[in-house]
C-alpha cells in the first residue's frame, strides 16, 4: 500500500514562494504527482516526476528524492489565483494497475 | 477534443435510492480510474477499469457499489441503496495506457443524499 503525507494547510503573501512538502512510504513506485484543485472543481495537473531531481514550469517546480521518498512542490512568485489546495499523488507501478493514491492535500491561502 | 465528461454534474437522491454516475473518457483512451473525495479530504481511489474489464477494485465497497466500462458507451459508477455517508464528490479520470504522464480528470458529479 501507500502512505502519503503533506500539511493540511500554508498561508503565505502575494508575490512569495512557498514550498509544499510530501512525504510517502509504497510498496511500489512509477512517478510522483502534483495536481491542484480550486474549490468545486476537478483537480488538474500539473507536474509529473519519476527520476530525482528538479523539474521546473513556469513558476512551478516540482523536486522528487526516490531515497529519501520525499517530493516538494514550490509556487514563486505567488498570485491570489493559486489559492486553492495542491494534491501529492503517487502512481503504483504497473503489476498494482497503475493506479494514483493521493495525500489528504495542502490548502493554500495567498494574502495580498 | 473534449476532455473526460462526467455527468450529471450534481445529483440529489434520497436515501434508499439509486445513483448512476456516467464517465466518458477522453477518446481513444482505455484506461478509467474512479475516485471520491468527501468534504475536506484527498481523493480516494475506488475502482480501475478497461473496456470490458475491472482491474482493481480494491478500494471500493464490497456492498451496494458496481462499476462496468462496456465495450460500447460510457463508464457506469453505480450505487445501490444510498446512504447521507455516500454524499461526496466522484471523480473519474482515464489515460491511454495507464502509464502515461497524467491522468486526466473529469469535473465530478457530486452526489448529495438527503
Known amino acids: 500500500g501507500q502512505n502519503i503525507d503533506q500539511p493540511t494547510e500554508m498561508t503565505a503573501t502575494e508575490g512569495a514562494i512557498v514550498q509544499i512538502n510530501c512525504t510517502y512510504q509504497t510498496s511500489g513506485f512509477n512517478g510522483l504527482f502534483w495536481y491542484q484543485q480550486h474549490a468545486g472543481e476537478a483537480p488538474t495537473f500539473l507536474s509529473y516526476?519519476?527520476?530525482?531531481g528538479l523539474e521546473e514550469k513556469g513558476r512551478f517546480s516540482s523536486f522528487l528524492s526516490r531515497s529519501k521518498g520525499y517530493s516538494y512542490l514550490l509556487l514563486k512568485e505567488l498570485q491570489m489565483k493559486d489559492s486553492a489546495s495542491y494534491l501529492c499523488?503517487?502512481?503504483?507501478?504497473?503489476?498494482?494497475?497503475?493506479?494514483?493514491?493521493f495525500g489528504g492535500g495542502t490548502r493554500v491561502l495567498v494574502k495580498p | 477534443n473534449a476532455g473526460v465528461m462526467q455527468n450529471p454534474r450534481h445529483l440529489v437522491r434520497r436515501r434508499g435510492q439509486e445513483a448512476r454516475l456516467r464517465c466518458s473518457p477522453v477518446k481513444g483512451h482505455s484506461h478509467v480510474y474512479w475516485y471520491r473525495q468527501l468534504p475536506e479530504e484527498g481523493l480516494k481511489f475506488m475502482v480501475y477499469l478497461q473496456k470490458e474489464n475491472i482491474i482493481d477494485e480494491s478500494g471500493m465497497p464490497k456492498e451496494r457499489f458496481s462499476a462496468e466500462f462496456p465495450k460500447e458507451g460510457p463508464s457506469i459508477l453505480r450505487i445501490q441503496q444510498v446512504v447521507r455517508g455516500d454524499s461526496a464528490a466522484y471523480f473519474c479520470?482515464?489515460?491511454?495506457?495507464?502509464?502515461?504522464?497524467?491522468?486526466?480528470f473529469g469535473q465530478g458529479t457530486r452526489l448529495t443524499v438527503v
Open positions: 479520470a482515464s489515460s491511454p495506457s495507464g502509464r502515461g504522464t497524467e491522468a486526466f
Open positions: 499523488a503517487v502512481r503504483d507501478g504497473e503489476a498494482a494497475g497503475n493506479k494514483l493514491t
Open positions: 516526476n519519476v527520476l530525482d
